[in-house]
């Protein structure tokens, strides 16, 4: 009887405990601390058995659905502990840019705080990214709505909307895997966001070997994360879960989010692609939080309205580059060494904006210092890069090879491992492809058995699930890593073979120069169509190719690279023709980015000639603009853009009170955060030009004097028709003495009422505006959209 007592009594409060946790209104805490609190194995394994005998009786009286929830709730919690030690092992050790054997970094150790700043636009931004970093490097201040990593999801103050899905923006190597992942490990260490009790992070290039597959959204699940599927939970419905997708740019999965078929059922087997579009948008687990990370330009794949925030990773400023290098070598001096030589290259230290930049920097200068030849430090980035070559041979030589670390690095199997993934390279990157898959590496001669030797320079991804196959996804570190390759396969394609890859076929005069035997191959013609291509690119795709492949001809830069020439290549006098060629283009009438490229091009030919001149004319107090060639004042411009100093005040008059110099210097103004134009001799053509910079987004300019100057009415509805752009930030705008009339004045009246508007402040004084002209300006004034604090207008 006692036996029997005690199993009644075990039962009934056993039903009452899966009573409260079916019950809606249980907390979730409650099925916590029943399991965590009970410290008698022997009661948690009858537990266990009695809730097995439920659930077999649940599903004989055909109540599925109450089976799954039982199942799940009273298994969560050690699924959870499970999740996160597999999470824990996966990303407290980080690998930089390559997995470097046996040398892992702890994460917690590593991690240096980046920026995530709020409401980055969803206008995509097409130009390379070099360009985009070269331009966040003169904006050296960081915007005010900066985003904690822990706080990503919570609502910004003042608005009750709940924040559901978040795309991360960034380029390149700017950090947003790291950024995942020290999100997951936090969450994982207990240290953060314990209000989410799962955390499933996946990555693009893992689901696109899935794209044929079919799932049901809890397969998909069970399939990366098989403690959700040896727990046996088969819904998520009451879980609160984040769901994780890095790397947006590198999905190769249609994403149709117009054409593809709704689908709610979180069981149900589709294409991984429907399963993904209908859970970004909702139809799927509407509770669960989604975190999408992506480069600029692919973020425009998910539809504006699944997207509740826009944030912006935005790499590091320059005491945060600082902070790296030292966390990274323990030795003071080497890190002082090391931080000191970046600062003295420009092209460099813009670049270090960038982390894995950063840690490239770091294995290039580590290899560098410690080696026994009296080497010099890396100047620019294509000296940085064959380094960074040179080091992954060294590698495989010692690591592979078996050999010695003063044995040549160009060994006959290294030289093919070079040719091969720069002809991967090269025709991957005209393909638009930054990973590729087994058939890519196989079109172009590597066995992909053989492949984690190249790890080098090559990242490769397992994924075993089940047993029954590995996946292999494969992408180099970094996309300049793929344009340094490419670079260097169309150079010694045609340096070896004489073979123009840019030209699509063997040209008739490379033919020639073959058939001559001539010693340079006629590089200048290579480098011609170089330029030549680079310039037609409206976006700048080719800008870091271009550099790259002019950096290769230095005589000292292909010594390292002796072993993998046939014969040195190019002549003091080829790269003499090259940048005359150079000088040239810069000449005519380039846009600003175009000019600023070429220039980075002159200086990875060690030609600073024409930036010396500039230089030395600022310096003395010297510089007459009047005198100035068109190249010069490109010289001009590309100096005060990457200046070390910042571009706050653009005074026009230091250089030309003209309407020339303004409109070649425009690219400054764009950059400065105060314009003062006044007294110029500027006209309406001014107005004009100042309206179309007024409009591009990373605009920075604050305040715009524009006083005594003839602009009349015509001049300021143009400058006004700028203005009334939401990427305008302009809040003080000064047009005293503009020879105005009233016929104006309801021009400036919309620009107060603009929805967007940052007018704090405008100064009309000493203009003929007459009593209907301020009656005009007052309807804008009325406006509830109207900032202005300020109006002088007194004649």
């Not at 990503?152 to 899905?165: E, L, M, V, Y």
């Not at 790890?455 to 996309?479: A, M």
């Not at 013609?525 to 870091?544: C, I, M, Q, R």
Request: glycine share 4%; net charge neutral.
């Amino acid at each position: 009887m006692l036996l029997e007592d005690n199993i009644i009594t075990f039962v009934k409060n056993e039903l009452k405990k899966i009573h409260q946790i079916l019950s809606p209104d249980n907390l979730e805490r409650e099925e916590d601390d029943m399991l965590e609190n009970d410290n008698k194995k022997q009661r948690s394994k009858s537990r266990e058995a009695f809730v097995t005998i439920v659930l077999h009786f649940l599903k004989r009286v055909k109540q599925e659905e109450l089976a799954d929830r039982l199942q799940s709730k009273m298994f969560a919690p050690l699924c959870q502990r499970k999740l996160k030690s597999t999470l824990n092992k996966k990303f407290q050790c980080v690998f930089e840019g390559i997995a470097k054997a046996g040398n892992p970094t702890l994460l917690n150790q590593i991690y240096t705080e980046l920026y995530i700043t709020e409401g980055g636009t969803a206008e995509v931004n097409e130009e390379h990214e070099v360009r985009q970093i070269e331009a966040t490097s003169r904006k050296p201040d960081r915007p005010k709505t900066t985003i904690s990593l822990h706080n990503i999801f919570k609502a910004s103050p003042g608005t009750d909307r709940p924040i559901r899905t978040v795309l991360t923006k960034g380029v390149a190597g700017i950090g947003k895997t790291v950024l995942t992942q020290k999100f997951s490990l936090d969450w994982a260490e207990d240290k953060a966001n314990q209000d989410i009790q799962f955390i499933f992070p996946f990555t693009f290039k893992e689901l696109n070997v899935l794209k044929e597959e079919k799932f049901s959204l809890v397969e998909l699940v069970h399939h990366f994360f098989t403690e959700t599927k040896e727990a046996g939970i088969c819904s998520f419905e009451d879980f609160q879960l984040l769901f994780i997708f890095d790397g947006l740019d590198e999905c190769r999965l249609p994403l149709d989010f117009h054409n593809n078929k709704i689908l709610i059922d979180s069981r149900k087997s589709t294409s991984v692609d429907v399963l993904l579009t209908n859970l970004i948008k909702g139809k799927l687990l509407p509770s669960a939080r989604i975190w999408i990370t992506t480069r600029p330009a692919a973020a425009k794949q998910i539809p504006p309205d699944c997207v509740d925030m826009v944030t912006e990773v935005r790499g590091f400023t320059d005491p945060q580059k600082e902070e790296y290098f030292r966390k990274r070598f323990r030795d003071k001096k080497q890190a002082s060494k090391i931080i000191s030589h970046i600062k003295t290259s420009r092209s460099l230290h813009i670049m270090c904006h960038i982390p894995i930049f950063c840690w490239i920097n770091a294995t290039v200068l580590e290899d560098v210092l410690k080696t026994k030849e009296q080497r010099e430090m890396p100047q620019t980035l294509t000296e940085l890069y064959i380094h960074f070559l040179v080091v992954q041979a060294k590698v495989k030589k010692v690591k592979y090879d078996g050999g010695a670390e003063t044995d040549p690095h160009w060994s006959p199997e290294s030289r093919k491992m070079v040719e091969s993934l720069g002809k991967l390279a090269f025709e991957q990157l005209q393909k638009g492809n930054l990973i590729f898959y087994e058939s890519d590496l196989t079109e172009c001669g590597i066995d992909v058995r053989a492949a984690s030797v190249y790890s080098g320079v090559f990242t490769e991804i397992f994924k075993e699930e089940r047993g029954l196959y590995q996946d292999k996804v494969f992408c180099f570190i970094h996309l300049s890593i793929q344009e340094f390759l490419a670079a260097l396969h169309v150079h010694l394609t045609f340096f070896n073979f004489c073979v123009n890859l840019l030209e699509g076929e063997t040209s008739a005069w490379s033919k020639a120069f073959h058939k001559l035997k001539l010693p340079n191959c006629g590089g200048q013609f290579l480098h011609k169509s170089a330029v030549d291509k680079a310039l037609e690119s409206p976006n700048g795709h080719l800008d870091l190719f271009l550099r790259f492949l002019l950096g290769l001809s230095l005589q000292s830069n292909q010594t390292l690279l002796r072993g993998l020439l046939k014969q040195t290549g190019i002549s003091s006098e080829t790269n003499q023709q090259t940048l005359q060629y150079i000088k040239k283009k810069i000449s005519e009438n380039l846009s600003a980015e175009k000019s600023i490229n070429l220039f980075h091009c002159l200086n990875e030919l060690h030609d600073r000639s024409l930036v010396g001149e500039i230089q030395q004319s600022l310096s003395s107090g010297s510089l007459s603009t009047e005198k100035l060639s068109p190249a010069q004042w490109s010289a001009l411009v590309f100096i005060l853009l990457t200046s070390e100093k910042d571009l706050d005040v653009l005074d026009l008059k230091k250089y030309s009170s003209s309407e020339d110099a303004l409109l070649r210097l425009l690219p400054v103004l764009k950059a400065s955060k105060k314009a003062l134009l006044n007294n110029c001799n500027l006209t309406e053509r001014s107005c004009e030009a100042l309206a179309l910079s007024l409009k591009v987004e990373g605009c920075e300019l604050r305040t715009l004097d524009l006083s005594n100057n003839n602009l009349q009415d015509s001049g300021v509805n143009l400058l006004i028709a700028g203005m009334k752009s939401p990427h305008c930030k302009v809040e003080k705008l000064r047009l005293r003495a503009c020879n105005l009339s009233e016929r104006s004045c309801g021009t400036m009246s919309s620009v107060l009422s603009f929805q967007f508007s940052s007018l704090r402040e405008m100064d009309l004084s000493n203009n003929n505006l007459k009593d209907t002209g301020v009656k005009a300006l007052s309807g804008g004034l009325g406006s509830p959209h109207c900032k202005l604090e300020t109006l002088r207008s007194e004649v």
